[in-house]
C-alpha cells in the first residue's frame, strides 16, 4: 500500500508515484491513498479517517489468517 502527501516537503510524491510505476511494469498489485492537501503526516480528521479505513481495508484482504496444525 502507497500513501503519500502530494504537499510533503521531506520526501516529494514523485517518489511515490515513481514507486508505482515501477510496480505497474514489475505487473505487481498495489493500492494508493494520495493526499492532496497533506504532507508528512495527516492533520486533517477526515485524512486520517481516510487513512485508518484504507489500511483496515487492506489488512483484511491481505493478512490471511495462518492454518494451525
Known amino acids: 500500500m502507497i ?3 502530494e504537499e510533503d516537503p521531506r520526501a516529494p510524491v514523485e517518489h511515490a508515484y515513481a514507486m508505482m510505476n515501477a ?3 514489475a505487473k505487481k498489485p498495489y493500492e494508493k491513498l494520495i493526499f492532496k492537501k ?3 503526516g495527516l492533520f486533517d ?6 487513512l485508518y479505513e484504507s489500511l ?3 489488512f483484511a484482504q491481505s493478512l ?3 492454518a494451525k496444525p
Do not use: I, R, S
Not at 480528521?45 to 481516510?50: D, G, L, Q
Open 64 to 66: 490471511q489468517p495462518v
Open 3 to 5: 500513501l503519500h502527501g
Open 38 to 40: 497533506e504532507g508528512h
Open 23 to 25: 510496480l505497474d511494469q
Open 45 to 50: 480528521t477526515e485524512a486520517k479517517n481516510a
Open 56 to 58: 483496515l481495508n487492506f
